[in-house]
């Protein structure tokens, strides 16, 4: 494929794109395939007429235009990856030109917003608040209470149960006095407190003891998992078997050495306070890294237009779409619990997408001013872990990369950390509380020093190529 790039106004680019003949051909090719399974053609079983013959049945055109259709996203991101272009946002795609016949190319052009480009201010020597975090005791004794749960025995007592007892309970659901499926079980242990059933199940068994005949009454929240459920009141009936109470191992040098490799239990918890202080300080050191680029970003010009803005935070929603989807949860449902419309939650993202986009135009920007690239053996190191996943070399897998140009987004990821190291290991190091101060000073400043609606002027747009 052959890319040609246009720069627009707005952090936006035109790209024209040629699709070879020898592509268009298994496009069509490939469409007609499909068509063929729903043609009977004399002489061919269904589905098995040449593409040749559906071609020459159903018409060049007809054929193409569906193919188009199929191949267009496949030859976009081809496009995309031949120009060297980051896009934001959807494309506006238009046609240039399509075959007549088989044996000519297709041209198709595109404008999508891009990342803008920064005017860098002072990136390097920079004073950088950074907060020196101790270790909480509490979170030691938090922790030592986890690890001593896991150490507990439930024992059976004969007395009403409460919250921290564990029941062992038959139990069946009925919804209009019918057994609904899913609704019964048999020695099944449940933690009072835990959350783990119907809201106010669990509450309507304390007091119970063993031998108790329970009716619990719930109604299943209108998002259950069940539609022929949700909503509806039910009743369960719960046969309480036996009541048991959690004993907790006591706190001694003994608990330590059966926990743990340690012999007595300061070891333990100096070992726990020595994992959190890592903890901690990795924490201190990543938000410093951070706390460096956004200072950077201060320091520079960026103008980022509110349509760029918008997308990027529509990018951000959609992300989180899948992470809520692979949790099982449906985005509809949460955008309910938290009483907001998609619109209303993106544009509520819009100043952390902004930030977001400052911070890459920025990183970018000092990545391009420093020459910074990624080697060969800094790209195959990256890509250990996933070869290994995937069973592979790491040099196998960057050469598989590279024939559909992907490696550029491994080299770009690389670059990126090297400018942050670069702006992060050059910062000088102030306590939090003075940064913090000398911010709040400097924003009110700018407020009373900056003309009203003045607009600073936006900078030349980067893309992959620029020096």
């Given at each position: ?164 007892d564990s029941v062992l309970i038959d139990f069946e659901g009925f919804v209009d006095g019918q057994a609904f499926q899913g609704g019964k079980a048999d020695d099944y242990l449940l933690a009072l407190g835990s959350g ?52 907790l191992p006591e706190l001694d040098d003994d608990f330590a050495s059966d926990a743990s490799e340690f012999d007595t239990l300061e070891e333990l918890r100096g070992d726990i306070r020595e994992k959190v202080g890592k ?189």
């Amino acid at each position: 494929m052959q890319t040609t790039l246009k720069e627009l106004p707005e952090s936006r680019v035109e790209v024209q794109a040629e699709v070879p003949a020898e592509d268009v051909r298994r496009a069509a090719n490939r469409t007609a395939r499909a068509m063929a399974r729903e043609l009977r053609l004399p002489g061919f079983r269904k589905g098995k007429a040449p593409p040749a013959l559906v071609i020459q049945r159903m018409g060049f055109g007809a054929v193409l235009s569906e193919a188009i259709r199929d191949a267009l996203p496949e030859w976009y991101e081809a496009a995309l990856l031949d120009a060297g272009v980051t896009p934001i946002g959807d494309p506006e795609i238009d046609m240039v030109s399509t075959p007549e016949e088989e044996g000519e190319p297709l041209a198709f052009k595109f404008e999508v917003a891009v990342r803008p480009v920064a005017k860098l201010g002072e990136y390097k020597g920079l004073e950088v608040g950074k907060e020196e975090k101790e270790v909480d005791e509490e979170v030691i004794d938090t922790e030592v209470e986890r690890i001593r749960e896991g150490f507990a025995r439930l024992e059976p007592v004969e007395r009403e149960a409460k919250e921290g007892d564990s029941v062992l309970i038959d139990f069946e659901g009925f919804v209009d006095g019918q057994a609904f499926q899913g609704g019964k079980a048999d020695d099944y242990l449940l933690a009072l407190g835990s959350g783990s059933l119907i809201d106010d199940f669990e509450d309507q068994l304390v007091g119970a003891k063993p031998g108790d005949d329970v009716e619990v009454e719930v109604t299943f929240p209108d998002e259950y998992q069940e539609p022929k459920l949700a909503g509806e009141d039910a009743v369960f009936k719960v046969k309480v078997k036996e009541v048991r109470e959690k004993i907790l191992p006591e706190l001694d040098d003994d608990f330590a050495s059966d926990a743990s490799e340690f012999d007595t239990l300061e070891e333990l918890r100096g070992d726990i306070r020595e994992k959190v202080g890592k903890a901690l300080n990795s924490r201190s050191e990543e938000d410093f890294r951070i706390a460096a680029v956004d200072a950077a970003v201060d320091a520079a010009t960026v103008e980022v237009p509110d349509e760029i803005v918008t997308a990027r935070a529509g990018e951000r929603w959609e992300r989180m779409e899948r992470q809520l989807a692979q949790q099982g949860m449906d985005p509809n449902i949460f955008l309910q619990m938290q009483g907001k419309t998609r619109d209303e939650l993106i544009e509520e993202t819009k100043p952390d997408a902004e930030r977001e986009l400052k911070r890459e135009a920025v990183v970018t920007a000092v990545a391009v001013a420093e020459g910074l690239e990624a080697s060969e053996e800094e790209m195959v190191e990256a890509l250990a872990h996933t070869a290994e996943h995937e069973r592979t070399s790491p040099e196998k897998l960057l050469a598989r990369l590279r024939e559909n140009g992907r490696d550029r987004v491994i080299a770009e990821d690389l670059v990126a950390q090297k400018a942050i190291e670069l702006i992060a290991d050059s910062a000088k190091t102030i306590p939090k509380e003075e940064a913090d101060d000398r911010k709040e000073k400097a924003e009110a400043a700018e407020k009373i020093l900056a003309p009203e609606g003045e607009e600073k002027p936006a900078g030349k747009l980067w893309t992959p190529g620029d020096e």
